[in-house]
């Protein structure tokens, strides 16, 4: 079994400043890609960003210069780093993840989703 645990989600004024992070965890053999997706109510879930295994990075428009996200290898974790946050910004944030078992299939994971909030 895989897991995906969120962290670092809340409440933050405009212009404010959270850094999200999700570890994996379980049977893993190998992590491919990670990326981070938000839901905002009534819309649908869109990629803010991801990463590949070897961290070339892709962001979504709105989030170009402000977000900026990292990966660390050895803990199979995926970091969001969000400054200058706005109200827009409001969403469940999701992080995903493509990692293999033991024959080296590949599958995506996903984890619980961390409410970010944006507001004065």
């Known amino acids: 079994q895989v897991q995906l645990v969120e962290s670092g989600g809340g409440l933050v004024q405009p212009g404010g400043s959270l850094r999200l992070a999700c570890a994996a965890s379980?049977?893993?053999?190998?992590?491919?890609?990670m990326a981070w997706y938000r839901q905002a109510p009534g819309k649908q879930r869109d990629l803010v960003a991801s990463i590949g295994s070897v961290a070339s990075t892709n962001y979504a428009d709105s989030v170009k210069g402000r977000f900026t996200i990292s990966r660390d290898s050895a803990k199979n974790t995926v970091y969001l780093q969000m400054n200058g946050l706005r109200p827009e910004d409001t969403a469940v944030y999701y992080c995903n993840a493509r990692i293999a078992n033991k024959l080296w299939n590949y599958r995506d994971y996903w984890g619980q989703g961390t409410q970010v909030t944006v507001s004065s």
């Open positions: 379980g049977s893993i053999f190998d992590v491919g890609a």
